[in-house]
């Protein structure tokens, strides 16, 4: 079982993602490719290898995801618009700077469009409500210097939404009512801490009892999982990993029991990382597992931002340095 | 209403007046493709109706036989909704039956949240051109639905988030509460159930609602039970917190219930970390009783929950400070 961190099969893994055209299963995930490429993307900048992906074909790419008819992206070419995967193209172009090289007002404009009276959004214009969707708008506008003004966007609206979205057990979920779940406390964390109100809107005693059910997430074996009494999974090393650090509670965890759960789930033949110990590894999973190394301080990991999961360095330079309120 | 997919949609003379349109995928040349020919000549004629922006039978037809290959395809769904609103508009289809074809998917892809999605506009669409009688029984339809993806999986977030959506939407309170205590026989660890009966209980519209005294300790003795059976579930102990707050009772008002748990002058008698737990925050709100508190959460970061042991430390920090 890896011990260390397998850096250039990971690099090598993701590379190769792009070149397996030949087979069905790329086809079939052509639903969400573009956020696929932000995770490849993200994994290679946290892994120190920010220039492993052409970046002339990335910014192509991103464009031909582009609606310009509606300023919305869709996950591949032919795929209609959806703000996950708008979110997911504004971070592409933020992390290589290559922002300029969309019409941001117009992205704005779809995104606002998307609000609907009780301050949540919609993921597209079928009206689907998920307090994801909430970090996905206020996550655009803000890595678009939006944040502030966008025309017919209320950013108070939006937080009051997420406020009603907290539960009894100190947990967020999907919509009021819904149950806790760790993916989603870090969508409701993630856009207080965005809106810049979180602090405000929370008290120490709220913020304590929200630190316990995430710690309460690990288990024995150091895994964490996203609900009680379900498996442990590595994409909750970040969900629930990135929610602990947003509100200074990441020393709750036992850190080298996940260090090497996290580290006992790669591929050490092929590269990348799985949900699980022997599962088939994915893009989606290797970005968070490398997310979750990254928070705890993993030697030779660029710093990751718990907010964006993106590079420290790029939010700093295109959000953070820009804003009044304290980086978390 | 979806009609078996042809052989091929070349040889079909329903199909013929298409030119399949071919993915265009940018700069790379189509020759690096090599999908696998079903579903690509499906999606390229599929691409040629939606060219034409076609809301006809046949549409139903091939994105039934894409969404068979590929659930998770979003615009394939969207572009599927919109001709069902269309045809049915035009009373061309019955939309009762697009809910049959749902339920054989969702059986077969429990992780698919589109499915669920698009269920819920059909239902509106449904519901929008129904009596009152009818709404009743398309409701009562859709609960006896669900309750078959719950036997599979008790757990299912997007059922789960499906069936509030659809009591709130239809205010359909009736029968959730003793649905739910169904669902805690059989598994009382399920903490989605018990997520649902805080919904019921306190969220709710009917009779349920505001948690009046005989309802709090209706829920209390229901814990009580749970705990007997369980007595290490986080969700029945997490349930009971948000319940004495809800009712604005002290937590020291179930400190004996935490003590059968958790006696802490005989730690090897002690069955729940989670009684433990809450004796320390119990004895935390009074200073004479930091001690005990102390001790409780020593407990817990040296035997009972070690992995935690940072968080209990800091709590044993807090009570510490207070002093």
């Known amino acids: 079982m890896a011990s260390t961190l397998l850096t250039s099969k990971h690099v090598v893994y993701i590379q190769s993602l792009d070149t397996k055209r030949d087979r069905l299963d790329y086809h079939l995930t052509s639903h969400l490719r573009l956020s696929g490429i932000y995770w490849g993307l993200t994994s290679l900048h946290l892994l120190n290898h920010p220039t492993a992906l052409p970046r002339s074909e990335t910014i192509a790419f991103v464009k031909s995801c582009y609606h310009p008819s509606s300023g919305g992206l869709g996950a591949s070419p032919g795929h209609d618009p959806h703000l996950l995967y708008t979110l997911s193209g504004i971070q592409i172009l933020a992390t290589i700077d290559a922002l300029d090289e969309i019409d941001g007002g117009k992205v704005v404009e779809y995104v606002s469009k998307l609000q609907n009276p009780d301050g949540s959004f919609s993921g597209d214009e079928w009206g689907e409500v998920d307090s994801r969707f909430v970090y996905c708008a206020l996550s655009t506008l803000s890595l678009l210097g939006r944040l502030g003004g966008a025309p017919g966007v209320s950013v108070e609206g939006a937080v009051e939404f997420v406020l009603r979205c907290l539960n009894a057990d100190g947990g967020f979920g999907m919509a009021p009512g819904a149950e806790s779940h760790a993916g989603q406390i870090f969508t409701c964390v993630g856009a207080l801490k965005i809106a810049g109100v979180f602090e405000k809107s929370l008290s120490e005693d709220q913020v304590n009892l929200l630190g316990d ?41 036992d850190k080298e029991k996940l260090v090497e759960f996290i580290l006992s789930c790669q591929d050490e033949e092929n590269g990348g990382i799985a949900d699980r110990k022997g599962d088939v590894a994915d893009v989606f999973h290797t970005v968070f597992g490398l997310a979750g190394l990254s928070l705890l301080g993993y030697e030779g990991l660029r710093e990751v931002d718990p907010v964006y999961c993106m590079p420290k360095e790029v939010t700093d330079r295109i959000v953070w340095n820009h804003r009044k309120i304290p980086t978390p | 209403m979806n009609p078996t997919p042809p052989d091929s949609y070349t040889s079909d003379p329903a199909w013929a007046d298409l030119l399949p349109l071919p993915q265009d995928d940018g700069q790379h040349p189509l020759a690096q493709i090599a999908y696998t020919e079903e579903y690509t000549e499906a999606m390229s004629y599929l691409r040629a109706i939606m060219a034409k922006n076609e809301h006809s039978p046949r549409v139903l037809q091939v994105t039934a036989h894409i969404i068979e290959m590929n659930p998770a395809h979003y615009t394939i769904w969207l572009y599927r909704a919109k001709t069902l609103l269309a045809l049915s508009a035009a009373g061309e289809v019955w939309l009762g039956r697009e809910l049959e074809f749902l339920n054989d998917l969702a059986l077969r892809h429990q992780k698919n949240y589109q499915i669920w999605n698009h269920r819920q506009t059909i239902v509106e669409a449904v519901a929008a051109a129904a009596a009152p009688a009818e709404q009743g029984r398309l409701v009562r339809e859709e609960k006896e639905f669900m309750n078959i993806m719950f036997e599979h999986d008790g757990k299912n977030y997007h059922v789960w988030s499906y069936r509030q959506w659809l009591v709130r939407r239809f205010g359909a309170w009736d029968g959730e509460l003793s649905f739910v205590a169904a669902l805690l026989e059989r598994d009382v660890r399920n903490n989605s159930a018990w997520n649902h009966r805080f919904f019921v209980v306190f969220g709710g519209t009917d009779a349920q609602q505001g948690g009046g005294e005989e309802v709090i300790e209706g829920e209390i003795r229901f814990i009580e039970d749970a705990v007997f059976i369980a007595p290490q579930n986080a969700s029945a102990w997490n349930y009971l917190r948000g319940v004495l707050k809800k009712a604005q009772r002290p937590l020291s008002s179930v400190e004996s219930m935490c003590l059968g748990y958790a006696p802490l002058d005989d730690p090897d008698k002690i069955t729940s970390s989670h009684a433990l737990d809450l004796l320390a925050d119990i004895y935390a709100e009074k200073r004479e009783e930091h001690g005990k508190a102390v001790k409780a959460l020593e407990l817990l970061a040296a035997k009972f929950d070690p992995i935690r042991a940072n968080y209990w430390n800091y709590r044993v920090g807090l009570i510490k400070a207070a002093a």
Not at chain 1, 220 to 247: F, H, T
């Open chain 1, 213 to 253: 059910w995430l710690c309460e997430r690990q288990l024995p074996n150091g895994g964490l999982n996203g609900r009680p009494e379900k498996l442990e999974d590595v994409c909750y090393s970040w969900w629930v990993l990135s929610s602990m650090a947003m509100i200074g509670r990441l020393h709750w965890i």
